[in-house]
């Protein structure tokens, strides 16, 4: 590539260094390196298909320059569960039937894990307004809220 730089970053826990172009977006950095689970949707920040994790805030990789996550933590869908060890919010979205078309869910899923590791006790509106950036046509959002729901309320202490 003509004027690559070389960045580094932790990627799902590993650090990685990638080659890459003036202008490019983190979502196409993902995507070119394999990781496809983060999608591309909209391609504006508005969808939230393209929702990653950085430095544990939920950001959309969409519209984020590449060359910002420079030496920071970044954290796709693939490294949240697996067939082996699903994550409970992976877990609680399938039981409570809010996956369907499966387009939007990674960023769904990790829009959530940000927001529930920030605030383990978010509030029904908390988690409302924080999934608002996150657009599904096939469910409706009950399911998804419902799903949340649950994984926060299993969180929380239980009361003597």
């Known amino acids: 590539m ?5 960045i580094s970053f932790t990627l799902n826990g590993a ?3 990638f080659a890459i172009a003036p202008g490019e977006l983190l979502v196409k950095l993902l995507r070119r390196s394999g990781l496809t689970g983060t999608k591309e949707g909209c391609d ?3 969808c939230g298909a393209c929702t990653v994790i950085v430095d544990g805030r939920a950001v959309m990789s969409c519209i984020m ?3 910002l996550v420079e030496g920071r933590r970044v954290e796709t869908i693939e490294g949240v569960g697996d067939f082996g060890k699903v994550h409970p919010i992976q877990q609680a979205l399938a039981d ?3 996956v369907q078309c499966g387009y939007c869910i990674p960023g769904l899923i990790m829009s959530a894990k940000a927001l529930l590791e920030e605030k383990p006790d978010a509030s029904d509106e908390d988690i409302r307004t924080h999934m608002d950036g996150n657009l599904c046509r096939c469910t409706g959002y009950e399911k998804i809220w419902t799903a949340l729901r649950n994984v926060r309320d299993a969180n929380q202490p239980k009361q003597a």
């Open 65 to 67: 320059p590449a060359f």
């Open 44 to 46: 504006e920040g508005t």
């Open 15 to 17: 650090k990685k260094e």
């Open 96 to 98: 409570a039937g809010a």
């Open 2 to 6: 003509s004027g690559t730089k070389t």
